[in-house]
C-alpha cells in the first residue's frame, strides 16, 4: 500500500509545481498587459498554453494514482480525498492533506489571476475599440439579403481618411 501512497503523493506534488508554473506564467502575463507590452503579450500565449497541456497532464497522472490506490483499497474510483484519507496510514494523512489543501488554494489564484487577466485584457480591447470608432474607421457587420447575398451599406458617417483612385 506503502508504495501507491507514494506515487499519490509524488504525483501531488507535481500538480502543485506545475500549478505553481502556471501562476508565475499568469503573473507575467498580467505585467506585460500592465505594461502595454503588446508583442510580448502575444508571445506569451504559447507558453501559457503550454503550461496549461503540462498541467492537464500532471492532473491525469494525479487522477490515475488516486485510482489506483482506490482500487488496491477496493473503494470506488470516485472517491473523494476526504473519503480516502482515512483508508491510508496515519503517517501519511497530513501530508495528502496539506498536499491536497495547496493545490486547492493555488489552483483558487490561477482561476482568480485567469479571470484578471481576461478582464483586463477585455478591457483593452474595448478600449481599442473606442479609439477605432472614434477615427471612423468601422468594420461593418456583414448584412445578407433575401437572395443570400452579403449587402453592404454605406458608411454612417465619413471616414477621416478616403482614398481616391
Given at each position: 500500500?506503502?508504495?501507491?501512497?507514494?506515487?499519490?503523493?509524488?504525483?501531488?506534488?507535481?500538480?502543485?509545481?506545475?500549478?505553481?508554473?502556471?501562476?508565475?506564467?499568469?503573473?507575467?502575463?498580467?505585467?506585460?498587459?500592465?505594461?502595454?507590452?503588446?508583442?510580448?503579450?502575444?508571445?506569451?500565449?504559447?507558453?501559457?498554453?503550454?503550461?496549461?497541456?503540462?498541467?492537464?497532464?500532471?492532473?491525469?497522472?494525479?487522477?490515475?494514482?488516486?485510482?489506483?490506490?482506490?482500487?488496491?483499497?477496493?473503494?470506488?474510483?470516485?472517491?473523494?480525498?476526504?473519503?480516502?484519507?482515512p483508508n491510508?496510514?496515519?503517517d501519511y494523512?497530513?501530508?495528502?492533506?496539506?498536499?491536497?489543501?495547496?493545490?486547492?488554494?493555488?489552483?483558487?489564484?490561477?482561476?482568480?489571476?485567469?479571470?484578471?487577466?481576461?478582464?483586463?485584457?477585455?478591457?483593452?480591447?474595448?478600449?481599442?475599440?473606442?479609439?477605432?470608432?472614434?477615427?471612423?474607421?468601422?468594420?461593418?457587420?456583414?448584412v445578407y439579403?433575401?437572395?443570400?447575398?452579403?449587402?453592404?451599406?454605406?458608411?454612417?458617417?465619413?471616414?477621416?481618411?478616403?482614398?481616391?483612385?
Open positions: 500500500m506503502i508504495e501507491f501512497v507514494e506515487k499519490l503523493v509524488g504525483a501531488l506534488r507535481e500538480e502543485l509545481q506545475q500549478y505553481g508554473e502556471m501562476l508565475v506564467r499568469l503573473d507575467d502575463q498580467q505585467d506585460l498587459v500592465m505594461r502595454r507590452s503588446a508583442v510580448a503579450l502575444l508571445e506569451s500565449v504559447p507558453h501559457v498554453q503550454a503550461q496549461s497541456a503540462v498541467l492537464t497532464q500532471a492532473r491525469e497522472v494525479r487522477f490515475a494514482a488516486m485510482k489506483a490506490l482506490c482500487t488496491m483499497l477496493r473503494l470506488p474510483a470516485e472517491t473523494s480525498f476526504k473519503d480516502l484519507l491510508v496510514p496515519a494523512r497530513p501530508l495528502l492533506d496539506a498536499l491536497v489543501q495547496e493545490n486547492n488554494e493555488l489552483l483558487q489564484r490561477i482561476h482568480q489571476r485567469a479571470r484578471q487577466n481576461h478582464i483586463l485584457l477585455s478591457r483593452t480591447v474595448e478600449s481599442m475599440q473606442h479609439v477605432i470608432n472614434s477615427l471612423g474607421i468601422h468594420r461593418p457587420t456583414a439579403d433575401d437572395n443570400g447575398a452579403v449587402f453592404n451599406s454605406a458608411p454612417s458617417r465619413p471616414a477621416i481618411y478616403e482614398a481616391v483612385c
